[in-house]
């Protein structure tokens, strides 16, 4: 029986990626739906009502969600974080998470040089600004993402740092990093941090006030990581104390609308941009369609979550 997959992307993929989902799946004998750029939740919960598998990016995949999806055997987020899955749910109703690490890493990293270069030079404001050559780079959690980051750095002329306890410190020296196993040392030492930690209950406002408080002098936060990390009140309170302190998210802050006010200092994307290039969209929409053909026709797990 040829399986039901439905492609439900809120922030839709770029064409060529598309067409290289709807490739696989027809070589495949599947019948692929496809939900893009939808706007609201009761469109995609009419949409898995009848699905068996799913692809999505941020799209949020909650109990409501598999609550309707009566049919569904795999969700993979075609991306890297997945705490827009409800993994316990998903477990508890058998259903098969995955994610696709690193696919779309280099396009985040690449991201996170821009928008350092980007606050460097006042957003282009036409006065002198600065360089990245010669300056301390601190990586905050070492996963696929701050790997590329730590590479293209390098690349610059900075010198990068990073600090990660669930990785070995002989891991990240071998990727010529200077490591920190104090996480306030990377701070105190570092005027550019690049936050790369997963959302979990742990991480939530963990990036406070007494961490950044440690940053020295032209000090500059890139969160390509989720917003919810950050403490929105302690970035505040920062941008009040110090002029010198530049903050630029991927992730539009709660209060982007009271953060318009440190002008040069502040920048946040419109719309999440870190896996926003074809390139990303083609490996990790690739990616996830294969995972979920091995998954039905070779009972592959690999990279389940749950
Ligand atoms: C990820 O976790 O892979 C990134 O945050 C990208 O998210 P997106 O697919 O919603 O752009």
Same mark, same amino acid.
């Given at each position: 029986?040829?399986?039901?997959?439905?492609?439900?992307?809120?922030?839709?993929?770029? %064409?060529?990626?598309?067409?290289?989902?709807?490739?696989?799946?027809?070589?495949?004998?599947?019948?692929?739906?496809?939900?893009? @750029?939808?706007?609201?939740?009761?469109?995609?919960?009419?949409?898995?009502?009848?699905?068996?598998?799913?692809?999505?990016?941020?799209?949020?995949? !909650?109990?409501?969600? /598999?609550?309707?999806?009566?049919? /569904?055997?795999?969700?993979?987020?075609?991306?890297?974080?997945?705490? @827009?899955?409800?993994?316990?749910?998903?477990?508890?109703?058998?259903?098969?998470?995955?994610?696709?690490?690193?696919?779309?890493?280099?396009?985040?990293?690449?991201?996170?040089?821009? /928008?350092?270069?980007?606050?460097?030079?006042?957003?282009?404001?036409?006065? =002198?600004?600065?360089?990245?050559?010669?300056?301390?780079?601190?990586?905050?959690?070492?996963?696929?993402?701050?790997?590329?980051?730590?590479?293209?750095?390098?690349?610059?002329?900075?010198?990068?740092?990073?600090?990660?306890?669930?990785?070995?410190?002989?891991?990240?020296?071998?990727?010529?990093?200077?490591?920190?196993?104090?996480?306030?040392?990377?701070?105190?030492?570092?005027?550019?941090?690049?936050?790369?930690?997963?959302?979990?209950?742990?991480?939530?406002?963990?990036?406070?006030? !007494?961490?950044?408080?440690?940053?020295?002098?032209?000090?500059?936060?890139?969160?390509?990581?989720?917003?919810?990390?950050?403490?929105?009140? =302690?970035?505040?309170?920062?941008?009040?104390?110090?002029?010198?302190?530049?903050? %630029?998210? !991927?992730?539009?802050?709660?209060?982007?609308?009271? /953060?318009?006010?440190?002008? !040069?200092?502040?920048?946040?994307?419109?719309?999440?941009?870190?896996?926003?290039?074809?390139? %990303? @969209?083609? @490996?990790?929409?690739?990616?996830?369609?294969?995972?979920?053909?091995?998954?039905?026709?070779?009972?592959?797990? =690999?990279?389940?979550?749950?």
């Amino acid at each position: 029986m040829s399986k039901r997959v439905l492609l439900a992307t809120e922030k839709a993929f770029a %064409a060529p990626a598309v067409k290289g989902i709807e490739e696989i799946f027809s070589k495949a004998g599947y019948v692929l739906t496809k939900l893009e @750029n939808y706007k609201e939740k009761s469109d995609l919960l009419k949409a898995v009502e009848t699905a068996e598998a799913v692809i999505i990016r941020s799209d949020i995949v !909650d109990k409501e969600v /598999m609550d309707v999806a009566k049919d /569904m055997k795999i969700v993979v987020r075609a991306g890297a974080g997945y705490d @827009n899955i409800d993994i316990a749910i998903a477990k508890e109703k058998n259903i098969v998470a995955m994610n696709t690490p690193g696919q779309n890493s280099n396009a985040v990293a690449e991201l996170v040089i821009g /928008m350092m270069i980007y606050l460097a030079r006042g957003k282009f404001n036409g006065k =002198s600004g600065t360089e990245l050559r010669g300056k301390k780079l601190g990586i905050h959690a070492y996963g696929n993402v701050g790997r590329f980051v730590a590479m293209i750095a390098k690349g610059f002329g900075m010198e990068v740092y990073a600090y990660d306890p669930f990785v070995a410190k002989e891991k990240m020296e071998a990727d010529g990093l200077k490591v920190f196993t104090e996480m306030k040392e990377l701070y105190k030492n570092c005027e550019y941090i690049s936050l790369h930690l997963p959302k979990t209950k742990d991480t939530v406002k963990s990036i406070n006030y !007494d961490v950044l408080s440690q940053m020295p002098e032209g000090a500059t936060l890139i969160n390509t990581a989720r917003a919810e990390v950050v403490c929105e009140e =302690s970035i505040v309170k920062i941008m009040e104390e110090r002029k010198d302190f530049r903050y %630029a998210t !991927d992730i539009t802050p709660s209060n982007d609308k009271e /953060m318009q006010i440190y002008g !040069d200092r502040y920048f946040a994307t419109p719309k999440k941009m870190g896996a926003q290039t074809e390139e %990303a @969209n083609i @490996n990790a929409g690739i990616a996830a369609a294969n995972q979920i053909v091995n998954f039905f026709e070779k009972a592959d797990i =690999s990279f389940k979550v749950n």
